[in-house]
Each structure stands twice: as structure tokens, then as C-alpha cells.
């Protein structure tokens, strides 16, 4: 009869564990979610902002210095790429990792000393954005310099905006894959309580 | 009080003094304004305009209807009226008249140069190009490797060509330097309209000194603020500046130096005139500062009608009709991107 107890008590505590797993994973699901959906939302905001500096700086400096017909068809090297690596996840399966490498060029092999900007979802590494603005700065007016090396500060905070919605884009990428990989884990469990 | 021009000005004149003061009766006016604020398309602001003189420039044009095709058609009554008004102008007038579009021939100049260099199509950057600044050999620009070409196969024979001899130089052509030479071909150009005004004397000359001394100083302020934290050195950026206007000489030597917008603000505030521009900022913000200048120029142009019997007003009505096809393109941009809330930011009304 002790015995009988025992079991009966290993077995609720392991109904107990199993729910709090799966609440665990909703929970984590839940929240990717939640942060998905304000990305999202920051993003489109971040956007319209860009495109009103932008059309400010057209007023300003007139069409001719601000169209599409100035920018440069030249080969040369991105100025920022993204990079695709596997992370592994809780040791069982891996997920997409997006990292953003900003104003770093390849030409002049200074890759290394490029702003890079890790965004996993588990552990944020974020350059301290004075730092990062002082050292990427020559990077920044270059890629500006298409539209002449004298341009309005409206144009330069259009450039701000539209690389906070590049980085806000690789957030929500990165989220979305944190997302899958919950929803997936959260229908496991289900799946494996109803069978 | 200037010289006996009531009694000779109306012989070659009189008739483009009327019709200037008749476009002038033209300009859209604050109800229009309004009216185009609240409008929710462009559709809307097409068939707001269509009451207006823009109506036959624009009824033409099908849906949807872009931002930069309203700038295009308005851009043509502007272009009409003026060659309207060169074809019947006598000396000296009509070169008055083209001192006008110089500015708009710089542009252009640099347009094809700098897309040239980016490995742009020749036709796709003269479609861009203000129609006011054209000229036969345009399109050749795009053969020149450096300025002393530039200068040699096609500029020699524009009227360009004088305002060429600070910047000839043998370098390639890169960003920095075509930066460099749109600035000093401008001071040229302003130094030179500013001399020919001052040539025909009388109340041409006193008005239209305090409009481009007024130009030439905000040109100042521009080049400085834009070229903060740039490459440009302190002696690049002061000889960029032109040799006349309020700010000529010692505002200009502490402008030079600037290295902040707050340091801007302390020079200009010296000056009484450009006291009343910078109390409408906050400190540190230079965002507003393109629409106090532009509300100051208006201001001033309108003055220009006040007298009469001077080319003042021709040159005040090219300049508020650009005026207002800007504030057209504003209110544009914010209809299309659903902004309207921010339509004021940057629209001057004209009367």
C-alpha cells in the first residue's frame, strides 16, 4: 500500500513537471508573440518616419540633388550584409540565427572592425550606439555622398531611420524563427497529452 | 528718388511689368491651401488644382496619379510663363531674365556629371533635369573625365563659361570635388547677377542687392550647418562663401569655424535681421530652420511688388512660384504617405 502511494504520488509530481513545461513553452511562445507583434508595429512607424525625413530633405535640398537616378550602378560591396548562421537550441534541434553586420567592407578587408550586431533572442549583444555612431561615421556619409558630400541633416536622420528599421527587421526575423520553434514545442506537447 | 525711370521704364518694360503683376495675381492663396491640406488623395489635390491655373496642366493626367508628376506639370506653367516672358523681353531685361535660370543650369550641370559617374543612363538623368536650365549640349556632359574637359568640350560656350575660372582643375571628378565645384560655381554666379544688378542701378539695384544678399547669406548658413562633421575643411568651407551679403566679412570668418549648430545660432544672432529666424528654434534643432528661412524669403519677395518700374518683381515671381510648387510637392508627400498631420511643418503660405 506504501508503495502504491509512492507511484501514485511519482506520477502526479511527473503531471506536475509536465505542466509546467508546457505552460513554460506557452508562456515563452506567448511573449515571442507579444514581441513580434510590437516589432512589427515599431517597424512600420519607423518606416513612415523614414519616408517623411526623406521627402523633408527632397523639400530641402530640391529633386534634382534627392532621385532615384543618382544612385550609384557602380559594382562595389555592401556596405552592410547579413549573415545566416545554425544556433543550437536546448541541444535538440538548431534555428537560424540572423546577424546584421553594418558598415563593415570587404574590399578593404576591415570586415573584422565593422559594427556588428549579434540579435538572438537569447542574449543580446549591443555596441553602445555613441561608440558605434562615432566609429561607423565616415562608413555612414559615404554611402550618403551619392547625393553629394553637403547634404541636409533631414537626410542624414532619414539614414538613421532607415537603418533602425533594417535593425528592427532582423529583430523580427530573428523572433519569428524563436516563434516557430515555441509553437512547434507547445504542439508537441499537446500531442503528446491527448495521445 | 532713384532716377527718372517713371518716365522711361514703361517704353521696353511697361507690357512685362503687367503681365508679371498679373501672373503674380495668380499665386494660390490661403483658402487654396487649406483646401489642398485636407485633402485625402492626390486625385483630390488634382481636382483642387483644376479651379486653379495648374487645371490645364494637370487634367490630362491619368490615375494614379505620382508626387513628382504634380511637381513636373506644375514646373511647366512655371516654364511657359517664363519663356513667355524672355521671347518679349529687350536688353537688358532678358538678360536679366536669364540670369534667373543660371542657378537651375548649375544644377542640371552637376545632375549629369555626378549620375555620369555613377554609371547612370544620359536619358534618364536629363529627364531629371529642370527645364529652366537647359541648353543645346547638355547631353555631352557626360564625356568629360575631369573639370578642364568639362569646361574645354562643353561649358566653354554657356554662359556658364565665366564662372569656371576658380575651379578648373585636372582632377578626376569624385564626389568631394563636384561638392566643391557646385558651390563655387554658384558664388560665381551670385557674385555676377549680384554685379549686373548693381550695373542697371536705380530701384533694381536696391531691391534686388537686399534679395540676393539675403541668398547669399543663407547659402552661408546652409553650406555651414551641412557641412558639419564632414571632411570639408575650415578654408574649403570659407571660400564657398560669396563676397557680398550682411554676413560679408566677419560673420563669415566666425561661421568658418562653427563646428555645432548652437555655435551657428550665436553668430547669426548678432544680426538683427536673422535674429527673428533663429528665436523660432529651440536649441540644438535645425529642423525648422529651412521653412524660417524660406518664410523670411517670402516676406521679402512680396515686398518686391510694393514698386514699381524695376525687374525686381520678375525676379520675385520665379521665386514664389518655386515657392509654391515646393509647398505643392509637401502637401503632396504628406496626402501620399498619410501624413497630414504634418502637412504645416513645412508649407509657407504666400499671402
Not at chain 1, 11 to 30: H, P, T
Not at chain 2, 67 to 95: F, G, N, R
Not at chain 2, 99 to 112: A, K
Request: proline share 3%.
Amino acid at each position: 500500500m506504501m508503495e502504491d502511494q509512492e507511484e501514485k504520488g511519482n506520477a502526479e509530481n511527473g503531471i506536475g513537471r509536465q505542466k509546467q513545461v508546457k505552460d513554460e513553452y506557452l508562456l515563452q511562445f506567448l511573449d515571442s508573440l507579444d514581441g513580434y507583434l510590437t516589432l512589427l508595429d515599431s517597424l512600420s512607424s519607423t518606416l513612415s518616419q523614414g519616408w517623411l525625413e526623406l521627402a523633408s530633405a527632397r523639400h530641402a535640398m530640391g529633386a534634382s540633388r534627392i532621385n532615384g537616378a543618382l544612385l550609384d550602378l557602380k559594382v562595389h560591396a555592401a556596405a552592410t550584409s547579413l549573415k545566416v548562421s545554425e544556433q543550437d537550441v536546448d541541444s535538440m534541434e538548431s534555428q537560424p540565427c540572423f546577424t546584421l553586420c553594418k558598415w563593415a567592407s570587404s574590399d578593404n578587408g576591415e570586415r573584422s572592425s565593422g559594427e556588428e550586431k549579434s540579435l538572438s533572442p537569447q542574449l543580446r549583444h549591443r555596441n553602445n550606439s555613441q561608440l558605434s555612431g562615432i566609429i561607423s561615421s565616415p562608413q555612414r556619409q559615404k554611402s550618403l555622398s551619392v547625393f553629394g558630400v553637403l547634404v541636409s541633416p533631414k537626410l542624414r536622420s532619414a539614414q538613421l531611420s532607415f537603418e533602425r528599421a533594417l535593425e528592427t527587421l532582423v529583430e523580427i526575423a530573428n523572433l519569428h524563427t524563436t516563434m516557430l520553434s515555441m509553437f512547434e514545442q507547445v504542439h508537441k506537447e499537446l500531442e503528446n497529452t491527448n495521445g | 528718388m532713384y532716377g527718372f525711370e517713371a518716365m522711361t521704364f514703361n517704353i521696353h518694360g511697361g507690357y512685362l511689368e503687367a503681365i508679371v503683376r498679373g501672373y503674380r495675381a495668380g499665386l494660390l492663396t490661403a483658402a487654396d491651401y487649406n483646401n489642398l491640406c485636407q485633402c485625402e488623395t492626390l486625385d483630390d489635390i488634382k481636382m483642387h488644382l483644376s479651379a486653379t491655373e495648374y487645371g490645364p496642366y494637370l487634367q490630362n493626367e491619368p490615375s494614379p496619379l505620382h508626387t513628382t508628376t504634380i511637381v513636373e506639370k506644375c514646373t511647366l506653367k512655371l516654364v511657359d510663363e517664363y519663356k513667355h516672358m524672355l521671347c518679349q523681353a529687350t536688353e537688358p531685361l532678358s538678360t536679366f531674365l536669364e540670369y534667373i535660370t543660371y542657378g537651375h543650369m548649375i544644377d542640371n550641370v552637376v545632375l549629369i556629371v555626378t549620375g555620369t559617374l555613377h554609371e547612370r543612363d544620359v536619358q534618364e538623368l536629363l529627364e531629371k533635369c529642370h527645364p529652366l536650365g537647359m541648353f543645346d549640349s547638355i547631353a555631352t556632359l557626360a564625356v568629360a573625365q575631369n573639370m578642364r574637359e568639362l569646361y574645354r568640350l562643353v561649358l566653354v560656350d554657356t554662359p556658364l563659361a565665366p564662372y569656371f575660372s576658380e575651379c578648373i582643375t585636372s582632377e578626376d571628378l569624385d564626389d568631394m570635388n563636384i561638392e566643391i565645384m557646385r558651390n563655387t560655381l554658384y558664388k560665381a554666379y551670385l557674385e555676377d547677377f549680384y554685379k549686373f544688378c548693381q550695373k542697371l542701378g536705380g530701384a533694381t539695384a536696391e531691391i534686388m542687392s537686399d534679395l540676393l544678399a539675403f541668398e547669399a547669406d543663407r547659402r552661408a548658413v546652409n553650406i555651414t550647418i551641412n557641412s558639419i562633421g564632414t571632411e570639408l575643411t575650415r578654408d574649403d568651407r570659407r571660400k564657398l562663401y560669396s563676397n557680398f551679403g550682411l554676413l560679408y566679412p566677419y560673420g563669415h570668418e566666425e561661421l568658418a569655424v562653427c563646428e555645432d549648430i548652437d555655435q551657428v545660432r550665436g553668430v547669426m544672432e548678432k544680426y538683427p535681421p536673422y535674429q527673428s529666424i533663429f528665436s523660432k528654434l529651440s536649441y540644438g534643432e535645425s529642423q525648422m530652420l529651412d521653412k524660417a528661412f524660406y518664410e523670411e524669403e517670402v516676406k521679402r519677395l512680396c515686398l518686391a511688388f510694393e514698386q514699381q518700374f524695376h525687374y525686381g518683381v520678375f525676379f520675385a515671381y520665379m521665386r514664389l512660384r518655386e515657392q509654391e510648387i515646393r509647398n505643392l510637392m509637401w502637401i503632396s508627400e504628406c496626402v501620399a504617405q498619410n501624413q497630414k498631420s504634418r502637412v504645416h511643418d513645412s508649407v509657407v503660405f504666400i499671402f
